[in-house]
Nanobody, 130 residues
Framework: VQLVESGGGFVQPGGSLRLSCAASKSTFDEYELVWFRQAPGKAREGVACISSADLSTYYADSVAGRFTISSDPAKNTVYLQMNSLNVDDTAVYYC????????????????????????WGGGTQVTVSW
């Protein structure tokens, strides 16, 4: 399983970026692909998750209303649109995969239970600064 993130970079406060996570078709079909981030000196946190079981999405309080997770099955890609970025959004952003299960976990469950993630991408740096 290979998850490849792209789209990170340097942006000024108030700016926008769109991250992409590309996967193979089998991975895309078998795994929920979600977004975590890790800022310097902080624990890795789930920021945007999606569940195909109930079609739910979940966002961390710190990004709700500014970030949007979406997927494109035709491209086997999950996106994270990030708007109104601020300096606190500076972090390495990771795409992660959790195998879909018959239990049908919600998006919030995936974001709040990092141990569910079986695979991680290499991460893409997002720096928000003047």
């Amino acid at each position: 399983v290979q998850l490849v993130e792209s789209g990170g970079g340097f942006v000024q406060p108030g700016g926008s970026l769109r991250l992409s996570c590309a996967a193979s078709k089998s991975t895309f079909d078998e795994y929920e692909l979600v977004w975590f981030r890790q800022a310097p000196g902080k624990a890795r946190e789930g920021v945007a998750c999606i569940s195909s079981a109930d079609l739910s999405t979940y966002y961390a309080d710190s990004v709700a209303g500014r970030f949007t997770i979406s997927s494109d099955p035709a491209k086997n890609t999950v996106y994270l649109q990030m708007n109104s970025l601020n300096v606190d959004d500076t972090a390495v952003y990771y795409c992660a995969g959790a195998r879909r299960s018959v239990e049908g976990y919600t998006a919030s469950y995936y974001c709040k239970h990092r141990y569910m993630m079986e695979y991680w991408g290499g991460g893409t740096q997002v720096t928000v600064s003047w």
